[in-house]
């Protein structure tokens, strides 16, 4: 089972509350990076920017 990491990790998972719990942190996080993603994506449509201000836009968010 340790071939398959992602596997042993659901199975895990649904034995362990702990491990349960961090996974809906992790999921959540990653949603609000995703969120956030999509935003500063929307609004770059919106106003036409070129892909090199998305870029930084998505960076600069990235390390507040």
Known sequence: MED??????????AATPDIRCNMDVEDEILSGIEARNMSVSE???????????????????GSD
């Open 43 to 61: 609004i770059a449509v919106t106003h036409s920017l070129p892909e090199e201000q998305i870029s930084a836009l998505l960076t600069k968010e």
């Open 4 to 13: 398959y990491p992602v596997l042993t990790r659901l199975f895990r998972a």
